[in-house]
């Protein structure tokens, strides 16, 4: 029986990389965007799916997410 609770996502599994070692390694290469992580080939370069988590990481620091979690720009959103 289920118990309610959903598991969290801490890593791109592709690359079998944390999202706090993600983190760090664009700190220390002073990324600012989940998009110099993948043009720099050091995730989200395999299924795709980590690509909102990334992003998210990016923008607010936060390494630990739930399935659905997805950073939406306030300046850019509609309705």
């Known amino acids: 029986m289920a118990t309610g609770r959903r598991k969290s996502v801490k890593r791109c599994v592709c690359h079998k990389k944390t999202f706090c070692e993600i983190l760090d390694i664009a700190s220390e290469m002073n990324f600012t965007t989940y998009a110099q992580l993948l043009e720099n080939k050091i995730c989200g370069m ?28 306030s300046d850019k959103a509609t309705g």
């Open 46 to 73: 395999g299924c795709g799916m980590c690509h909102p988590y990334l992003n998210k990481m990016m923008v607010t620091g936060e390494t630990e997410f739930y399935p659905g979690d997805v950073y939406i720009d």
